[in-house]
C-alpha cells in the first residue's frame, strides 16, 4: 500500500490532525492541503498533475473536485453521531438552533431522534444546490436564530462574518478512517481492473488472430497487431472513425458481414481469402458492439496440416477416403453408396469381409466423410493383443494397477479416440471379459482405466471389423449375443474380390503406377493378355494378394520379358502355395471340402501350377485325355505353360 499516493483536500485544521493522525496509525504517507471551494479545485488539479492515485474531501468542495476531475475521489461522510456532537454543542451555545444541511446526504433517517435525545427543537434548513443554500442562508441571517449549525465551512465562515453564532460539522475518528480504508480499497480496485484490462489487451495483440472490435455506435476502438499485419495497414488509419467513414475496402469488407453474427464464413475480401467470424458484444444484456475476428485462409491451412500430421504421428489419423476405393463394378459402388449413409449418423458399424478387401480403409473412408472427420482416428486389431494387454490399451490403467504398470498410468485407446472414431478389426478375437467391458462403453458410453473407480464419458463411434460369420461364434458361446447386436445395428458387407472382378484392371494398372513410382522403375503396362490372366485367378487373399503379385512383377519385370508370362508365373507360384500340404510332401495336397466339380478345379489347378503336362496328369489321375481336355476347357489360362 505503500505505493499508493493518496491527495487530501480538507476544508478545516482540525481535519486535517485527524486525517494525519489516522494515516500515521495506518503507516500511510499522505499529503494534506487545505482549501475550500475554489481553491480547493485548484488543490486537487495540483494532485492530479503530481500523480496521485485518489483524492479525498468533504462537503461541498468533495463534490466540486469530483465533477472537475477525472481522478476517483472519496467524499468523508457526515456520519449520525457528527451531527450529535455538532448540536449538543449548540445547545450549550443557545436555545434558537437552525441546521442548514444538504436535503438527502445530512438529513438521515435518525436527524429526529438526534433532537430528541437532546431535547432541542431544531429548525431544519435543506438545500439541493449551492444557490439554495445561499438563500436559506439569507433567510435565517434574517430570522432570530442563535446559533447555525452546518456541515459546510462555507456556511460556517458566512454566519460568523454575519455575527451569527455557528458550529460547524466536523468529521470524526470513524468518518476519517472509514473514507482511508475506502480509498485504499478503490485505488486497489481500479488498478485491479487496469491489470485485467491489461492483460486482455495483451492477449488481444499477441494472439495471431486479427481482432476488430466496434462499439454500439459503430465506431472502430481497437486493431490488433495481428489485423494490422493481415490487413496490410496502420491501426491509426481506422481506430476511432465511423464504420460510414471508412474508405479501406478490405476493412469494409471484413465488418460488413450481414447478419452473420456468430457465424463462421470464408470469405474473398480483396485479393484475399479470410475465415471470419463476427460476434456481438453483450454487457448486462444489452448489445454494446461487435467482435470480429478473422485469418487468412492459408493460415488455417497449415494449422490443418500441422494438426493433421500430429495426430498421424501419433496413429490417430484416417489417411483414406471414398476416393481411394478404386474400382466401378456395381458391387462395389452399392457397398460404398451403403458406406456414405452410414457416414451420415453415429451408430456403431460391423463390416464383414474377407482378409484384404480393404474393411479398414472403409471405416477410414466412413470417418472421414462424417461429422466426426475432425476427431481422432484410433485403429486396434484385437487379435494381435493378448487378454491383459488388449484390455490394458483400450481402456487405460493408473499407476500401480499391476505389476509393470507405467508410472502415472496410461491413457487409453477410448479416451484418445474421444470426439472421433475407434476401429476394432478383427473383434471376433477378443476375449468375454473384455467384451463385457466393451458393452459397458457402448450401453453407458463411458470407461473406467484399470486400477480406478472414477468413471471417464467418451463420446466415441466404434466401427468393427470381422472376417468371419460373429452369428456362428455367438451360437458357438465365444461371443457375446447382447454385444454382437450392439455392434450390429448397421452392417456392411465388403465383396471379395472374385467377386468384382471388373475392377481387377483399374486396380492392376492402379499399382502398377503406384509401385513404379515407389521402387522408381518404369515398366511397360500390363497388356491385355496379362490383365486377362489377372481376371481368370479367385483371388483368395483379395486385394491384398492381388498388391503382393503387382509389387513382385514391378520388381522382376525385365526390359525384354513378356508380361505376360511373368504374369503366368506369379499365379502359378500362388497356386502352388494355395493347395500345398503342411508336410512339403509334392504328393500331397490341402483343398477345400465342396462341390465335386470344384474339388476336382483344385486338383487339376495345382498340377498345371507344377508344370506337368497334360499327359502326366492323364496318367497320374487315370483320366482320359479327352476327358482330361473336357474339364480344363473352363480353368484359368494363365496356368498352361
Same mark, same amino acid.
Given at each position: 500500500?505503500k505505493d499508493?499516493?493518496i491527495?487530501?483536500?480538507s476544508t478545516?485544521p482540525?481535519?486535517?490532525?485527524?486525517?494525519t493522525?489516522?494515516a500515521?496509525e495506518?503507516g500511510l504517507d499522505l499529503?494534506?492541503?487545505e482549501?475550500?471551494l475554489?481553491?480547493g479545485v485548484?488543490i486537487?488539479?495540483?494532485?492530479?498533475?503530481?500523480?496521485v492515485?485518489v483524492i479525498?474531501?468533504?462537503g461541498?468542495?468533495?463534490?466540486?473536485?469530483?465533477?472537475?476531475?477525472s481522478?476517483?475521489?472519496?467524499?468523508?461522510e457526515?456520519t449520525s453521531?457528527d451531527?450529535?456532537q455538532?448540536?449538543?454543542i449548540?445547545?450549550g451555545?443557545?436555545r434558537?438552533?437552525?441546521?442548514l444541511g444538504?436535503m438527502t446526504q &445530512?438529513?438521515s433517517?435518525?436527524?429526529?431522534?438526534?433532537?430528541?435525545i437532546?431535547?432541542?427543537?431544531?429548525?431544519c434548513?435543506?438545500?439541493?444546490?449551492i444557490?439554495?443554500m445561499?438563500?436559506?442562508?439569507?433567510?435565517? !441571517?434574517?430570522s432570530?436564530i442563535?446559533v447555525?449549525?452546518?456541515?459546510g465551512?462555507?456556511?460556517?465562515?458566512?454566519?460568523k462574518?454575519?455575527?451569527?453564532n455557528?458550529?460547524?460539522?466536523?468529521?470524526g475518528?470513524?468518518?476519517i478512517?472509514? %473514507?482511508?480504508?475506502?480509498a !485504499?480499497?478503490?485505488v486497489? %480496485?481500479?488498478?485491479? &481492473?487496469?491489470e485485467?484490462?491489461?492483460r486482455?489487451k495483451?492477449?488481444?495483440?499477441?494472439?495471431?488472430?486479427?481482432v476488430l472490435?466496434?462499439?454500439?455506435h459503430k465506431r472502430?476502438?481497437?486493431?490488433?497487431n495481428?489485423?494490422?499485419?493481415?490487413?496490410?495497414?496502420?491501426?491509426?488509419?481506422?481506430?476511432?472513425?465511423?464504420?460510414?467513414?471508412?474508405r479501406e475496402?478490405?476493412?469494409?469488407g471484413l465488418l460488413?458481414?450481414g447478419?452473420?453474427?456468430?457465424?463462421?464464413?470464408f470469405?474473398?475480401?480483396?485479393?484475399?481469402?479470410?475465415?471470419?467470424n463476427?460476434?456481438?458484444?453483450?454487457?448486462?444484456?444489452?448489445?454494446?458492439?461487435?467482435?470480429?475476428?478473422?485469418?487468412?485462409?492459408?493460415r488455417i491451412?497449415?494449422l490443418?496440416?500441422?494438426?493433421?500430421?500430429q495426430?498421424?504421428?501419433?496413429?490417430?489419423?484416417?489417411?483414406?477416403?471414398?476416393?481411394?476405393l478404386i474400382?466401378?463394378?456395381?458391387?462395389?459402388?452399392?457397398?460404398?453408396a451403403?458406406?456414405?449413409?452410414?457416414?451420415?449418423?453415429?451408430?456403431?458399424?460391423l463390416?464383414y469381409?474377407e482378409?484384404?478387401?480393404g474393411?479398414?480403409?472403409?471405416a477410414?473412408?466412413?470417418?472421414n466423410a462424417?461429422?466426426?472427420?475432425d476427431g481422432?482416428?484410433?485403429a486396434v486389431?484385437?487379435a494381435a493383443l493378448?487378454?491383459n494387454l488388449?484390455?490394458?490399451?483400450?481402456?487405460?490403467?493408473?499407476?500401480g494397477a499391476?505389476?509393470?504398470?507405467?508410472?502415472g498410468?496410461?491413457?487409453?485407446?477410448?479416451?484418445m479416440a474421444?470426439?472421433g472414431?475407434i476401429?476394432?478389426d478383427?473383434?471376433?478375437?477378443?476375449?468375454?471379459?473384455?467384451?463385457?467391458?466393451?458393452l459397458r462403453?457402448?450401453?453407458?458410453?463411458e470407461?473406467m482405466?484399470?486400477?480406478?473407480d472414477?468413471?471417464?464419458?467418451?463420446?466415441?463411434?466404434?466401427?468393427?471389423?470381422?472376417?468371419?460369420?460373429?452369428?456362428?461364434?455367438?451360437?458357438?458361446?465365444t461371443?457375446r449375443?447382447d454385444l454382437?447386436?450392439?455392434?450390429?445395428?448397421?452392417?456392411l458387407?465388403?465383396?471379395?474380390?472374385?467377386?468384382?472382378?471388373?475392377d481387377?484392371?483399374?486396380l492392376a494398372?492402379?499399382l502398377?503406377?503406384q509401385?513404379?513410382?515407389e521402387?522408381?522403375?518404369q515398366?511397360s503396362p500390363?497388356?491385355?493378355m496379362?490383365?486377362?490372366?489377372?481376371?481368370?485367378?479367385d483371388?483368395?487373399?483379395n486385394?491384398r494378394e !492381388?498388391?503382393?503379385?503387382?509389387q513382385k512383377y514391378?520388381?522382376?519385370?525385365?526390359g525384354?520379358q513378356?508380361?505376360?508370362?511373368?504374369?503366368i508365373?506369379?499365379?502359378?507360384e500362388k497356386?502352388?502355395?494355395?493347395?500345398?500340404?503342411?508336410?512339403?510332401?509334392?504328393?500331397?495336397?490341402?483343398?477345400?471340402?465342396?462341390?465335386?466339380e470344384d474339388?476336382?478345379?483344385?486338383?487339376?489347378?495345382?498340377?498345371?501350377?507344377?508344370?506337368?503336362?497334360?499327359?502326366?496328369?492323364?496318367?497320374i489321375t487315370?483320366?482320359?485325355r479327352?476327358?482330361?481336355?473336357?474339364k480344363?476347357?473352363?480353368?484359368?489360362?494363365?496356368?498352361?505353360r
Amino acid at each position: 500500500m505503500k505505493d499508493i499516493k493518496i491527495g487530501v483536500v480538507s476544508t478545516y485544521p482540525e481535519m486535517s490532525e485527524l486525517i494525519t493522525r489516522a494515516a500515521n496509525e495506518m503507516g500511510l504517507d499522505l499529503e494534506v492541503r487545505e482549501g475550500i471551494l475554489e481553491e480547493g479545485v485548484s488543490i486537487a488539479y495540483q494532485f492530479e498533475h503530481e500523480g496521485v492515485d485518489v483524492i479525498i474531501s468533504r462537503g461541498v468542495t468533495g463534490k466540486k473536485i469530483k465533477k472537475a476531475l477525472s481522478l476517483p475521489v472519496v467524499l468523508i461522510e457526515i456520519t449520525s453521531f457528527d451531527i450529535l456532537q455538532a448540536l449538543y454543542i449548540a445547545k450549550g451555545i443557545g436555545r434558537k438552533i437552525a441546521f442548514l444541511g444538504h436535503m438527502t446526504q &445530512d438529513f438521515s433517517s435518525e436527524f429526529k431522534t438526534i433532537t430528541n435525545i437532546l431535547d432541542i427543537q431544531v429548525d431544519c434548513y435543506p438545500y439541493t444546490n449551492i444557490y439554495e443554500m445561499d438563500e436559506q442562508m439569507a433567510i435565517i !441571517l434574517k430570522s432570530d436564530i442563535e446559533v447555525v449549525v452546518s456541515t459546510g465551512l462555507c456556511v460556517y465562515e458566512m454566519a460568523k462574518r454575519s455575527g451569527v453564532n455557528a458550529v460547524l460539522v466536523q468529521s470524526g475518528n470513524d468518518a476519517i478512517n472509514g %473514507s482511508i480504508r475506502h480509498a !485504499l480499497e478503490l485505488v486497489q %480496485s481500479i488498478r485491479q &481492473d487496469q491489470e485485467r484490462s491489461k492483460r486482455y489487451k495483451a492477449v488481444l495483440a499477441s494472439t495471431n488472430d486479427g481482432v476488430l472490435i466496434m462499439d454500439e455506435h459503430k465506431r472502430i476502438v481497437f486493431m490488433n497487431n495481428a489485423a494490422e499485419s493481415l490487413l496490410e495497414m496502420d491501426a491509426r488509419t481506422v481506430v476511432g472513425r465511423h464504420l460510414n467513414n471508412i474508405r479501406e475496402s478490405v476493412v469494409l469488407g471484413l465488418l460488413c458481414n450481414g447478419d452473420k453474427n456468430n457465424a463462421e464464413v470464408f470469405k474473398e475480401v480483396g485479393r484475399k481469402q479470410f475465415w471470419i467470424n463476427s460476434m456481438p458484444i453483450f454487457l448486462e444484456n444489452k448489445a454494446r458492439g461487435t467482435v470480429t475476428i478473422f485469418q487468412g485462409a492459408d493460415r488455417i491451412q497449415v494449422l490443418e496440416q500441422n494438426l493433421r500430421r500430429q495426430l498421424f504421428k501419433k496413429g490417430l489419423f484416417a489417411k483414406h477416403t471414398f476416393e481411394d476405393l478404386i474400382g466401378n463394378s456395381n458391387q462395389l459402388l452399392q457397398t460404398i453408396a451403403r458406406a456414405k449413409k452410414y457416414s451420415n449418423v453415429n451408430a456403431t458399424v460391423l463390416i464383414y469381409g474377407e482378409s484384404g478387401t480393404g474393411k479398414e480403409l472403409f471405416a477410414q473412408s466412413i470417418h472421414n466423410a462424417s461429422a466426426r472427420r475432425d476427431g481422432p482416428f484410433v485403429a486396434v486389431n484385437c487379435a494381435a493383443l493378448p487378454e491383459n494387454l488388449l484390455e490394458s490399451e483400450l481402456f487405460g490403467y493408473e499407476e500401480g494397477a499391476f505389476t509393470g504398470a507405467k508410472k502415472g498410468g496410461k491413457t487409453g485407446l477410448f479416451e484418445m479416440a474421444h470426439g472421433g472414431t475407434i476401429f476394432l478389426d478383427e473383434i471376433g478375437e477378443m476375449t468375454l471379459p473384455v467384451q463385457a467391458r466393451l458393452l459397458r462403453v457402448l450401453q453407458e458410453r463411458e470407461i473406467m482405466r484399470l486400477g480406478s473407480d472414477r468413471v471417464i464419458p467418451v463420446d466415441v463411434r466404434i466401427i468393427s471389423a470381422t472376417n468371419y460369420e460373429l452369428s456362428l461364434a455367438v451360437k458357438g458361446g465365444t461371443f457375446r449375443s447382447d454385444l454382437f447386436h450392439r455392434l450390429e445395428v448397421l452392417n456392411l458387407d465388403i465383396p471379395p474380390l472374385r467377386k468384382r472382378k471388373d475392377d481387377i484392371e483399374q486396380l492392376a494398372e492402379f499399382l502398377v503406377e503406384q509401385f513404379s513410382y515407389e521402387e522408381k522403375k518404369q515398366v511397360s503396362p500390363l497388356t491385355t493378355m496379362a490383365i486377362e490372366k489377372l481376371k481368370k485367378y479367385d483371388w483368395p487373399g483379395n486385394v491384398r494378394e !492381388l498388391q503382393n503379385v503387382i509389387q513382385k512383377y514391378i520388381l522382376l519385370m525385365e526390359g525384354n520379358q513378356s508380361a505376360e508370362e511373368l504374369i503366368i508365373q506369379l499365379i502359378n507360384e500362388k497356386i502352388k502355395k494355395t493347395y500345398a500340404a503342411p508336410s512339403g510332401d509334392e504328393n500331397n495336397i490341402t483343398i477345400k471340402i465342396g462341390k465335386m466339380e470344384d474339388m476336382e478345379r483344385d486338383i487339376l489347378e495345382y498340377l498345371l501350377s507344377t508344370g506337368a503336362s497334360i499327359k502326366e496328369i492323364s496318367q497320374i489321375t487315370g483320366t482320359h485325355r479327352t476327358t482330361l481336355w473336357r474339364k480344363l476347357k473352363d480353368i484359368d489360362e494363365t496356368v498352361f505353360r
